[in-house]
């Protein structure tokens, strides 16, 4: 069965510090895709990224950057120099053959907050 | 264009009313989504719709009952709710067929009282 582990419910940093949010992913396939969403106070969840199994180079997208390591089973965020609009809940999500790749298993979310 | 919308962006509905949430999307995807978000937790998944049929239903209750009119359109309709049924609905889209990635709406806060 799917499952995605966030540990890190809540995280407070210090604006300009980095911070890395893990999410490690358990799922019997080996063809699956990963995501990691947003969501700000407002409430809508935005796509920040999404990596397929086969595909485990990093990526780095300004200041945001993705480490995703299938033999660990982790595919963690880490946000460099962060900033106050940073501020938001993050969730991690696979979604793998079971069930046609449109049914997403999302984390618990970590929420970080970001103190200027 | 990016944007999946949907009205109304609050509700606040009596027990015995019927009402519908609308979602609409213009980015060509083909499989549109409802979930379910209570405070403090991850968006649960409803229902999905693939190529306007319907593709998963996660035992969600009959007093809701989704309907696609379209590629573009998704509609949720409200009947008998019960208080516990408070949350923020969110819609979402995406590619049927590939990718995955889902883009989702604002969501509609939604007080059943």
């Known amino acids: 069965a799917q499952k995605v582990t966030q540990a890190q419910t809540e995280i407070s940093v210090v604006e300009k510090e980095d911070v890395t949010l893990d999410c490690v992913y358990e799922?019997?396939?080996?063809?699956?895709?990963l995501f990691w969403y947003k969501q700000p106070p407002s409430g809508e969840l935005v796509f920040l990224i999404r990596?397929?199994?086969?595909?485990?180079q990093n990526e780095i997208s300004g200041r945001y950057s993705w480490n995703f390591q299938k033999s660990t089973s982790s595919f963690n965020f880490t946000i460099t120099a962060s900033q106050v609009v940073d501020s938001a809940v993050y969730f991690c999500a696979l979604s793998d053959p079971s069930g046609g790749y449109q049914k997403v298993t999302f984390g618990t979310g970590t929420k970080l907050q970001v103190i200027p | 264009d990016t944007e999946v919308t949907q009205t109304p962006k609050h509700l606040v509905m009596g027990m015995t009313n019927k009402k519908s949430l609308k979602c609409e999307q213009h980015m060509g995807h083909r499989a549109m989504y409802w979930y379910k978000q209570k405070a403090k937790k991850p968006p649960e998944l409803m229902f999905v719709?693939?190529?306007?049929?319907?593709?998963i239903n996660e035992s969600v209750p009959s007093r809701f009952s989704p309907e696609c009119p379209n590629s573009s359109l998704l509609n949720l309709h409200l009947h008998a709710l019960q208080p516990e049924d408070s949350a923020l609905y969110l819609c979402?889209?995406?590619?049927?067929?590939?990718?995955?990635?889902?883009?989702f709406g604002p969501g509609t806060r939604l007080t059943v009282t």
């Open positions: 799922t019997r396939d080996t063809t699956y895709y």
């Open positions: 979402a889209s995406s590619q049927a067929d590939s990718s995955y990635e889902q883009y």
């Open positions: 719709y693939s190529y306007e049929k319907l593709s």
């Open positions: 990596r397929n199994s086969f595909d485990e």
